[in-house]
């Protein structure tokens, strides 16, 4: 599928395969839901070149579909257009009726991430994944939004265009829709993005939802490979252009505490197909600052306590307690400092809704429905 006019989509059954290991939650109280107000208008464009050769995006779009085949899913895929960021993002919609939400991926991930969990909520909500500039099939972003190593930048000039990235993103897609307001759902580097936007838009975000240690959270000291990974210079152009192999996804993902048979070979087979075949390790590097040294998470990054305060929407963290960035700990107190958030811990590593798909689907959706008691 190339542009929204040729995507399809089927029926979505209420729950896929499931691999969910041994979890606890933590009651979560009730919230009330606010009403949205009418959307705007949308701003649904055709898709732009990709910038990719025909193979690699073809190859690409084959191993996509296979993994979103395993739930008996197929995304319809709309290109938006971001005026005040200078960019378009291509959005898979998955589910026709409902509230929306808004899926914000990980770092060098894109919307595909989400397929475990958004084929479990498609049923009650209107599911809109985006592939963040740069990630995935979007292009790469504007050279004004390039803020990392090579761009000639002084580092503190790049922590803040990336904190203004982070603040107008997700409020941009949403004009870009036409959706006034919606739920944001949002894990790792996105959950910074998203825990940005609720602070900067309260108006725009309904509820938020936060998988797994959110990049600006304290936590536990941070494992080598992200550490490396976040370094410049030769190391890290390396690390973007290297191919990677089935075995290599595996032990990243044993890095990150996620159990490779829990993605499934269609979802292990995308992951490389993302990293081969696409530019959105590269495109990542430039964009996105660096957010951790060889000591750990720089300073810069880190979210305040008065950004917290400001976020009005009802929140919930799910957080596995074998998150590699943050367990138990880390966990109770990043979200004490939210106001009213509520706190799932799930037996799962750094992507729970992997780990234990049923379980945070349910938790989600009834926190979504307000039903959270």
């Known amino acids: 599928m190339s542009t929204a006019d040729r995507a399809a989509t089927t029926a979505l059954p209420p729950s896929g395969p499931s691999h969910d290991v041994a979890d606890k939650a933590t009651p979560c109280g009730p919230a009330a839901a606010v009403p949205s107000p009418p959307p705007a208008a949308p701003s649904v464009v055709p898709a732009p070149p990709s910038g990719l050769r025909p193979a690699a995006e073809a190859r690409y779009r084959q191993a996509e579909q296979r993994w979103w085949d395993t739930f008996g899913v197929r995304p319809v895929e709309r290109w938006v257009e ?11 919609e998955v589910g026709e009726g409902g509230p929306p939400v808004l899926f914000l991926h990980g770092a060098s991930g894109g919307a595909t991430s989400w397929a475990p969990l958004a084929a479990r909520l498609a049923g009650r909500h ?18 004004a939004l390039r803020f990392g190593s090579g761009s000639g930048r002084r ?11 982070a603040d107008e993103l997700a409020v941009a897609v949403l004009d870009g829709l036409g959706v006034e307001r ?8 996105g959950g910074h993005f998203g825990l940005r936007a609720s602070a900067a838009h309260p108006d725009r975000v309904e509820r938020l939802v936060c998988l797994g240690w959110p990049v600006g ?37 044993k890095r990150l505490g996620i159990e490779p048979d829990a993605l499934g070979p269609a979802g292990v087979a ?55 960035f943050g367990g138990t700990e880390a966990a109770e107190a990043f979200a004490a400092r939210v106001p ?25 959706a009834a926190f979504l429905a307000g039903h959270d008691d």
């Open 217 to 253: 959270a304290p936590g536990d000291p941070l494992p080598l490979t992200l550490r490396l990974g976040s370094m410049g210079g030769l190391l890290g152009r390396l690390g973007a252009r290297l191919p990677v192999s089935g075995r290599a996804v595996h032990r990243t993902l």
């Open 155 to 165: 580092r503190a000039d790049a922590v803040d265009g990336f904190a203004a990235l």
């Open 270 to 324: 995308w992951m490389r197909a993302l990293v081969n075949r696409t530019p959105t390790v590269a495109n990542e590097r430039a964009a996105v600052p660096p957010v951790a040294g060889l000591r750990g998470q720089r300073s810069e990054v880190l979210l305040s306590d008065s950004l917290l305060r400001r976020i009005e929407a009802p929140t919930m963290f799910v957080w596995g307690t074998d998150d590699p």
């Open 340 to 364: 009213g958030a509520r706190l799932c811990l799930v037996g799962a590593g750094h992507a729970p809704w992997i780990d234990a798909p049923q379980l945070v689907a349910l938790t989600t």
């Open 126 to 143: 209107r599911c809109l994944l985006v592939d963040r500039p740069g990630c995935g099939l979007s292009p790469a972003p504007p050279r």
């Open 82 to 92: 971001l005026p005040g960021l200078g960019t378009v993002v291509r959005v898979l």
């Open 182 to 189: 919606a739920a944001l759902v949002a894990t790792s580097l």
